[in-house]
């Protein structure tokens, strides 16, 4: 699995704060064996965020796009704007179980305005902004993302219901 990391801030963008939850989410997704191929940090600036998101997911070689930060009420927050103008449809289900899973650690999840969507065969998921929010965020999906990936490249048969096995040969979490 082939994976981008896009972290959104003003403060990252100039060099005035260091990025901790890309870095994070990066060692995440290496557990689940993807390999992420690009990273970059840019400024809450909607079209900015959109132009990285249309070109790497057009570029046709990643599987995976997570963005971090620009996912609150703010103002300059528009990571999910951003995303829903190159997106081709949504995929509500996994912002879902993030905010419910962001609950059972604070009250504030419930503000968080992250989506996931699909770009041709790119799977685009915006996490919070915050180290602890992200990495809880993608903890929370990250066992049903190779799943997502394998559908999205098009491997769509299913195993035996009871073999646990997924098409491309792991196991399948359980449901």
């Not at 041709?120 to 993608?138: D, K, Q, Y």
Request: charged residues 25%.
């Amino acid at each position: 699995m082939r994976a981008a990391v896009l972290t959104v801030s003003d403060q990252g963008s100039r060099g005035e704060r260091v990025d901790t939850s890309g870095p994070a989410l990066r060692h995440l997704l290496a557990g689940i064996g993807a390999e992420v191929t690009r990273y970059d940090v840019v400024p809450d600036e909607r079209e900015r965020i959109a132009a990285v998101l249309r070109s790497w997911c057009d570029a046709g070689d990643l599987d995976l796009v997570v963005t971090t930060g620009g996912t609150g009420l703010a103002a300059r927050d528009v990571t999910p704007e951003a995303t829903g103008d190159v997106s081709e449809r949504l995929v509500p289900g996994l912002a879902e179980v993030m905010r419910a899973e962001g609950l059972r650690h604070t009250r504030n999840a419930m503000l968080g305005r992250g989506i996931a969507a699909v770009r041709g065969r790119t799977l685009i998921v915006n996490l919070p902004g915050s180290e602890r929010g992200a990495r809880e965020s993608l903890a929370a999906i990250l066992d049903v993302i190779p799943h997502a990936v394998e559908l999205l490249r098009g491997v769509t048969e299913h195993p035996p219901a009871d073999s646990g096995e997924s098409p491309a040969g792991g196991r399948r979490p359980a449901r």
